[in-house]
C-alpha cells in the first residue's frame, strides 16, 4: 500500500525543470494579457460589463506581482521569447516589474473611485500598457519579426 501512495505523491514532490518554469511564466504572461485584454474591452465599450472591472484589474495587480518570481536563473538557458538580457541586467528588469505593479496599482485606485469613469481608467490603462511594452522592448524578443 505504501509504495503505491508513494508512486503517487513523489511526482508532486518533484523537482521544477527550467522547461517548466518557462511554461509557468507564458502561462502567466497570457493570463495578464488577457485580463488586460478583457479590461480594454470594457474601457473601449466592446462589451458592457463595467461590474468586471475590479476583478479584472485586480487580477492585473496580482499577477504583476509574480512575474518577476516568474525568471529563475536555473531557466536563463531555456529557449523562449525572454532575451539574456533579463539575467544579465536583473536590476533594471526588477525596475522595469516594479513599474508594471505601480501603475497596475493606479489603475485599481482609479476603478475604484469611479468604475464608470473610462476616461480615467482608460488613460491609466495607456500607462499599464506602456510599462508592459517597455519592459517588452528591451527585455523580450521583438515578436514584429
Keep these: 500500500m505504501i509504495p503505491l501512495l508513494l508512486a503517487f505523491l513523489l ?55 509574480v512575474v518577476v518570481h516568474t525568471f529563475p536563473e536555473s531557466a536563463k538557458d531555456q529557449k523562449s521569447e525572454s532575451l539574456p538580457v533579463v539575467w544579465s541586467e ?3 528588469f526588477e525596475e522595469a516589474a516594479q513599474k508594471l505593479t505601480t501603475t497596475s496599482e493606479k489603475l485599481l485606485e482609479v ?13 491609466q490603462l495607456g500607462e499599464v500598457g506602456k510599462s508592459c511594452g517597455g519592459c517588452h522592448d528591451k527585455f523580450r ?5
Design 141 to 145: 524578443v521583438d515578436d514584429d519579426g
Design 11 to 65: 511526482p508532486a514532490f518533484a523537482a521544477e525543470t527550467a522547461e517548466d518554469s518557462v511554461k509557468y511564466r507564458q502561462t502567466v504572461m497570457d493570463s495578464l494579457g488577457g485580463h488586460m485584454g478583457a479590461t480594454s474591452m470594457i474601457v473601449k465599450g466592446r462589451v458592457d460589463r463595467p461590474e468586471d472591472l475590479s476583478a479584472h484589474v485586480r487580477a492585473i495587480v496580482d499577477l504583476s506581482k
Design 90 to 92: 536583473w536590476k533594471a
Design 111 to 123: 476603478v475604484e473611485k469611479d468604475a464608470k469613469d473610462m476616461a480615467a481608467i482608460g488613460s
